[in-house]
């Protein structure tokens, strides 16, 4: 098998999944945003991390936008309160907004997909 296919096979799936902690302690809606933001690459830097975003911004993809997306009934400010009160996000002094590591892991499938490409190629 040629490495042009073991690499197209195992890039159909996210590169990421919510872990445990945000499936336990986030309602719907914010599981939905985390989910979002670590799946679409609008919301990913060129190395498919989360990217840090600004709440709002005329330039940018931001966090207006990203819960836009997911649900148009659902208010910006009571998401990012959520995900400030668990421990899920942390807002820096320059006022953007990080999805912290301990609520995204590798995804299930692509990583045994990648670790099975990587067996046969």
């Known amino acids: ?31 939905d945003v985390v989910w979002r933001w670590i799946s679409q690459d609008q919301f990913l830097d060129n190395h498919k991390q989360p990217r840090s975003l600004f709440f709002r911004s005329p330039f940018d993809a931001d966090f207006n936008s990203l819960i836009n997306q997911v649900q148009a009934d659902l208010v910006p400010v009571v ?18 907004l990080l999805l912290r590591r301990s ?3 590798p995804g299930g499938v ?12």
């Open 1 to 31: 098998m040629n490495a042009e296919v073991c690499v197209s096979s195992a890039s159909n799936t996210s590169a990421w999944q919510p872990t445990e902690l945000v499936n336990v302690v986030l309602s719907r809606g914010a599981r």
């Open 79 to 96: 998401v990012f309160n959520e995900l400030l009160r668990e421990d899920i996000v942390v807002q820096h002094d320059h006022g953007r």
């Open 103 to 105: 609520a995204y892991m």
């Open 110 to 121: 692509r990583f045994t997909a990648l670790r099975h490409a990587r067996e046969i190629c």
